[in-house]
């Protein structure tokens, strides 16, 4: 019976993905919505786990996990304002790592896994139909892209994109023919969200998971094809769009600013190499920076718009080896098996996105990274799907 309602609530949370937006203080510490459940949610598990006396999972994932945190801790602790990184680290390390050791050792079962990513399905559901509620009302940025109530389209555009590749994994398994047109409904939705965004980021990230999956993959084919064929057509149409067209000039806003950044990054990281600057001070040290390179051209930059160098920045040379690790761990381990084949191809999406956008470095990203995480380690390890 306690151990239902621990599979409950961690169906809860991953549906309440967006709930991270909601923040409020317990005496002088902030927090989240998510972050109170995920804690709620690891001291119930962990006295269940003491009482019943239940034997730790063991995987070869914990010492690079380990590294990341080191690494995040360290940077925090030598960070110029130990307040804002104490706070990311808790929020984006601490509470995500938690609910990972939960779904470490509580996942058992096939179900519980079908069950928890029909419950982030049904997150992106719900969250795309708010988004398309804003488009129909108006309410978009000053370059008509999307953004619903996150702060950048980007940010939408990251919460959603992965989602829309683990739901063809449902494909495979639903029998039922209303549910699969519902499905199909579902991620016409999500890629229509998508395309109004205009995140070129999460479209390259869909396409280069999903043809690499088509290359090497031995499963069923046929739905990743005509995912993949529906994603070159959405692209196709934005072909003569002014942003699609000067993505590749380096005259074009975006990019530039992203050069721009990525060379103020390295500069800082001459300064910084082994301990980094502590999370959440990118935007402090590249102010600073910045000056030696052309006019800003954007003010507000809080990350460094490339994954690897927001792990390297923030969490220093220790964290980006414990994450580099974690991917080439997550990659070796691999089956191609239909559900480990989905999961792969959400990690590479994540990467591939993270080469121009910061895919971690957000409270229900971050969390449903070590989501992806804990279903790939134990559907590599446990299961023959």
Known sequence: MIQKLINLFIYLIVFSLPLYLIHFKIFWIPITVLELMIYILFIFWLSYFIIKKEKFVNSNLYFPIFLIFLGATISTLFSSNIQISAGIWKAWFVAPML????????????????????????SGFFVALIALLYWYRGNLTYDNRLQAFYNSPNYLAMFLSPILILSSYLFFVLKNKIAKML????????ITILYLTYSYGAWFGLIGSTFLLLMFSRIKKRYFLLFFLIIILCISFQVSSYKFQGFLDLS??????????????????KDHSLIGIGPSMFQKYYLEEQVNFEPYLEWAVPQPHN?????????????????????????INYKSKILNSVILCVIISIIIHGLIDTTYWKNDLSVFFWLITALMSKVNHLFDL
Do not use: D, M
């Open 183 to 190: 499905l199909i409904i579902h991620c016409l939705l999500l």
């Open 307 to 331: 994954v690897f160098l927001a792990f390297w920045l923030q969490t220093g040379l220790i964290g980006l080896i414990g994450f580099i690790w974690l991917i080439f761990l997550l990659f």
């Open 99 to 122: 609910f990972f050791i939960v779904l470490i050792n509580i996942i058992k079962t096939e179900r519980q896994i079908r069950n928890i990513i029909i419950s982030v399905v049904l």
């Open 252 to 269: 074009y806003p975006s990019l530039k600013s992203r050069l721009i950044i990525w060379q103020s990054s390295w500069e800082i990281i």
